[in-house]
Nanobody
Framework: VQLQASGGGLVQAGGSLRLSCAAS????????MAWFRQAPGKERMFVAA????????VYADSVKGRFTISRDNAKNTVYLQMNSLNAEDTAVYYC?????????????????WGQGTLVTVSS
């Protein structure tokens, strides 16, 4: 599975951005797609994930109610809609994928990664 992330940029606090992650290669109903983020000097943290076949999303507590993960099976693309952004959301955002019967929230459980896309929130 190859992943291509896009959509990062500079946004003011309170603003919105939508990230996209296009997957190529074979995907299955057991494919789990996720977003992680890594702020400078910090470890990579789970943000949200969704399974390809069962689209029940899982979110980190820090983004619940503000971020929405969704997928478009026809386009093999996962989106992360980010609203009410604040300075603490500033990070490089990575999309990840793997095959699992459950949603994975640990970065070490994902074998496939896209390149990061930088999100900068100015206050």
């Amino acid at each position: 599975v190859q992943l291509q992330a896009s959509g990062g940029g500079l946004v003011q606090a309170g603003g919105s951005l939508r990230l996209s992650c296009a997957a190529s290669g074979r995907t299955f109903s057991t494919t789990v797609m996720a977003w992680f983020r890594q702020a400078p000097g910090k470890e990579r943290m789970f943000v949200a994930a969704i399974r390809w076949g069962n689209a029940i999303p899982v979110y980190a507590d820090s983004v619940k109610g503000r971020f929405t993960i969704s997928r478009d099976n026809a386009k093999n693309t996962v989106y992360l809609q980010m609203n009410s952004l604040n300075a603490e959301d500033t990070a490089v955002y990575y999309c990840a994928a793997d095959f699992s019967s459950v949603v994975l929230t640990l970065a070490t459980r994902y074998r496939f990664w896209g390149q990061g896309t930088l999100v900068t929130v100015s206050s």
